[in-house]
């Protein structure tokens, strides 16, 4: 009797619902939301449901599967070994503090899910999953109108803006408190792209990363009702009408020198977007060489799967109680909202000028979708562009803005990083 | 020190500044720093030209490559033409028969408009009196292509 008392009270003061708190049933019941938008919503499921089982997971008590404690350089501090050049044995070694995690405590000390972080934290997860991007993107309609980089380009406007509010808004004391490296990690929601902005966040501000994450891509999966308001305001009836010409055939031998090319030049300007870039690239030249097929299919479906569930799953369980529930979560999706639209308009903005001075050959709604979030933003062109005039057919045209995007995006997310880093 | 912040300090701002600044604890004594406002507004100007001028870059190649690959194509096509024509020096029997396929091909997008009318029209009290073609996409293409587009 004595041994089946005791058994159950161990049982019951190790149980989870010992352990809960109001923030932890705040975290548990948001997650819940997050399923629902997933679920019945589809708001981009594949990410969304790993991340809202993510938060589920960490946020119930004594689980051990996450550890935040472990991600911090103040409570998991690395103590760098300094070695005497004149001493042979390495007696007289010295300990220096150093800001970079202890990772050895990761691996000993650490849950599943803190395994699986690591492919955040080195950097591996965002740029395994562009390999995947890269060999499924086809760049024909970029190769065929090269203007279409200028859009791309003009889409990130939304990221430097938003750095911009980010800071301004510590200024006005209204709250929020971003360092400058929050302020970048919350601005490259605008890039519309999840990869690039889990790659720039965990490396500036990973106590950020679960915000950043669902609120870009719930910002992703509502473009369809963010940017036609804005596509209409800032376009006339007769500009969204403009048909554009067919565009040229690309050659195979262009396909294959794109990706070598981009990956050259972006890399020897910015080499801290080579990892998104390169990689990016590599994917799209396995696919264009036409002679990796099974790797291309790989890369395309079982790898980009299997890297997914870890993203998601992983991105989901930083968002902790303690680093969620805060005025800050609610000024990421503020701003986050405000890089989206901002990139939308300058993205259009572009559009018109290019249709002024082209002559009115260029469609101005497919700036739009220069943010990237490849290919939803080019279908609202297509859908935004065929409600004015039904026979009107933009999508191939504004694929080469959105997957300049892409590209935009992580050079954006390079020159931040460098300069930030 | 990295090619940015290089081209940061050009564009006036103050490099060890921003590095200072990374260094700072907290936004409350960033903000405080006398460099803070420069340092931000260069920053974000930089990145967004350093954004274009890449792009741009890439836009030059590219449309280099194109016009390369245009010309080299247009060659290519005008060589073929060439000798596609000093092969083929036989030419009354093939247009007759090119001539009558066309008659032919005619005839037959006749036949199936006369019978989508019929179709249509349930009895056969109509007469067609001209079959003009317009220009651009057929209205069976657009049918066609505004089917295949409405997923997206």
């Given at each position: 009797?004595?041994?089946?008392?005791?058994?159950?009270?161990?049982?019951?003061?190790?149980?989870?619902?010992?352990?809960?708190?109001?923030?932890?049933?705040?975290?548990?019941?948001?997650?819940?939301?997050?399923?629902?938008?997933?679920?019945?919503?589809?708001?981009?499921?594949?990410?969304?449901?790993?991340?809202?089982?993510?938060?589920?997971?960490?946020?119930?008590?004594?689980?051990?599967?996450?550890?935040?404690?472990?991600?911090?350089p103040a409570t998991n501090p690395y103590f760098a070994p300094t070695y005497n050049a004149n001493d042979v044995n390495n007696i007289f070694v010295t300990f220096t503090q150093e800001t970079s995690l202890d990772y050895g405590r990761v691996l000993h000390d650490g849950g599943l899910l803190d395994m699986l972080y690591l492919g955040v934290k080195l950097q591996i997860y965002p740029p395994l999953i562009f390999l995947g991007i890269g060999a499924m993107t086809d760049f024909g309609p970029l190769i065929a109108n090269p203007k279409s980089f200028l859009l791309g380009a003009a889409a990130q406007g939304g990221i430097f803006f938003t750095f911009l509010g980010a800071c301004l808004l510590n200024f006005t004391g209204l709250g929020g408190g971003f360092t400058l490296k929050e302020a970048a990690s919350i601005a490259i929601i605008g890039g519309a792209d999840g990869p690039t902005a889990i790659y720039l966040t965990s490396q500036l501000a990973p106590q950020l990363l679960g915000s950043i994450a669902v609120a870009a891509y719930s910002y992703?999966?509502?473009?369809?009702?963010?940017?036609?308001?804005?596509?209409?305001?800032?376009?006339?009836?007769?500009?969204?009408?403009?048909?554009?010409?067919?565009?040229?055939?690309?050659?195979?031998?262009?396909?294959?020198?794109?990706?070598?090319?981009?990956?050259?030049?972006?890399?020897?300007?910015?080499?801290?977007?080579a990892p998104l870039v390169g990689i990016l690239m590599f994917g799209n030249l396995m696919k264009e060489s036409g002679v990796c097929d099974r790797l291309v299919k790989t890369a395309?479906?079982?790898?980009?799967?299997?890297?997914?569930?870890?993203?998601?799953?992983?991105?989901?369980?930083?968002?902790?109680?303690?680093?969620?529930?805060?005025?800050?979560?609610?000024?990421?999706?503020?701003?986050?909202?405000?890089?989206?639209?901002?990139?939308?308009?300058?993205?259009?903005?572009?559009?018109?000028?290019?249709?002024?001075?082209?002559?009115?050959?260029?469609?101005?709604?497919?700036?739009?979708?220069?943010?990237?979030?490849?290919?939803?933003?080019?279908?609202?062109?297509?859908?935004?562009?065929?409600?004015?005039?039904p026979s009107n057919f933009l999508l191939m045209h504004a694929m080469g803005p959105n997957v300049a995007g892409v590209i935009g995006s992580a050079v954006a997310a390079g020159v931040l990083l460098s300069v930030l880093g | 020190m990295n090619a940015l912040m290089m081209l940061l300090e050009s564009a006036g701002a103050d490099g060890g500044a921003i590095e200072r600044l990374q260094n700072l604890p907290d936004a409350a004594s960033q903000l405080a720093d006398k460099d803070y406002w420069s340092s931000v507004g260069i920053l974000a100007l930089t990145g967004i030209l350093v954004v274009f001028l890449i792009l741009a870059i890439l836009i030059f190649f590219f449309w280099l490559m194109g016009t390369i690959f245009k010309a080299i194509n247009r060659s290519h096509a005008e060589n073929k033409a060439s000798k596609d024509a000093a092969k083929t020096e036989k030419p009354a029997a093939p247009v007759a028969v090119q001539a009558e396929a066309a008659v032919d091909d005619e005839e037959e997008i006749i036949a199936v408009i006369s019978a989508a009318i019929a179709a249509?029209?349930?009895?056969?009290?109509?007469?067609?009196?001209?079959?003009?073609?317009?220009?651009?996409?057929?209205?069976?293409?657009?049918?066609?292509?505004?089917?295949?587009?409405?997923?997206?």
């Amino acid at each position: 009797m004595e041994i089946f008392t005791s058994t159950f009270k161990g049982l019951f003061e190790s149980a989870g619902f010992i352990g809960l708190d109001i923030k932890n049933i705040i975290m548990i019941l948001l997650s819940f939301v997050l399923f629902y938008l997933a679920i019945k919503k589809q708001y981009e499921p594949l990410l969304m449901l790993p991340i809202a089982f993510g938060m589920l997971l960490t946020n119930l008590p004594f689980t051990g599967l996450y550890h935040p404690e472990l991600w911090d350089p103040a409570t998991n501090p690395y103590f760098a070994p300094t070695y005497n050049a004149n001493d042979v044995n390495n007696i007289f070694v010295t300990f220096t503090q150093e800001t970079s995690l202890d990772y050895g405590r990761v691996l000993h000390d650490g849950g599943l899910l803190d395994m699986l972080y690591l492919g955040v934290k080195l950097q591996i997860y965002p740029p395994l999953i562009f390999l995947g991007i890269g060999a499924m993107t086809d760049f024909g309609p970029l190769i065929a109108n090269p203007k279409s980089f200028l859009l791309g380009a003009a889409a990130q406007g939304g990221i430097f803006f938003t750095f911009l509010g980010a800071c301004l808004l510590n200024f006005t004391g209204l709250g929020g408190g971003f360092t400058l490296k929050e302020a970048a990690s919350i601005a490259i929601i605008g890039g519309a792209d999840g990869p690039t902005a889990i790659y720039l966040t965990s490396q500036l501000a990973p106590q950020l990363l679960g915000s950043i994450a669902v609120a870009a891509y719930s910002y992703m999966a509502l473009v369809p009702v963010i940017q036609p308001p804005i596509m209409k305001l800032l376009t006339t009836e007769k500009e969204r009408a403009v048909k554009m010409g067919q565009l040229r055939e690309v050659s195979k031998i262009e396909k294959i020198v794109f990706p070598i090319a981009v990956t050259v030049i972006v890399s020897l300007i910015v080499p801290t977007a080579a990892p998104l870039v390169g990689i990016l690239m590599f994917g799209n030249l396995m696919k264009e060489s036409g002679v990796c097929d099974r790797l291309v299919k790989t890369a395309q479906n079982e790898l980009m799967n299997i890297i997914t569930i870890f993203l998601g799953v992983t991105v989901g369980a930083t968002a902790v109680a303690s680093n969620f529930l805060s005025w800050k979560t609610i000024f990421i999706i503020i701003l986050g909202l405000i890089a989206f639209c901002v990139g939308t308009a300058c993205g259009v903005l572009l559009g018109k000028l290019m249709y002024v001075i082209s002559g009115h050959k260029i469609n101005p709604l497919i700036g739009s979708a220069g943010v990237s979030a490849v290919p939803m933003a080019a279908r609202v062109s297509q859908k935004v562009g065929s409600q004015t005039n039904p026979s009107n057919f933009l999508l191939m045209h504004a694929m080469g803005p959105n997957v300049a995007g892409v590209i935009g995006s992580a050079v954006a997310a390079g020159v931040l990083l460098s300069v930030l880093g | 020190m990295n090619a940015l912040m290089m081209l940061l300090e050009s564009a006036g701002a103050d490099g060890g500044a921003i590095e200072r600044l990374q260094n700072l604890p907290d936004a409350a004594s960033q903000l405080a720093d006398k460099d803070y406002w420069s340092s931000v507004g260069i920053l974000a100007l930089t990145g967004i030209l350093v954004v274009f001028l890449i792009l741009a870059i890439l836009i030059f190649f590219f449309w280099l490559m194109g016009t390369i690959f245009k010309a080299i194509n247009r060659s290519h096509a005008e060589n073929k033409a060439s000798k596609d024509a000093a092969k083929t020096e036989k030419p009354a029997a093939p247009v007759a028969v090119q001539a009558e396929a066309a008659v032919d091909d005619e005839e037959e997008i006749i036949a199936v408009i006369s019978a989508a009318i019929a179709a249509y029209e349930g009895d056969g009290n109509f007469t067609i009196r001209n079959v003009v073609k317009h220009g651009g996409r057929s209205a069976w293409s657009m049918a066609g292509l505004s089917d295949n587009m409405r997923q997206f």
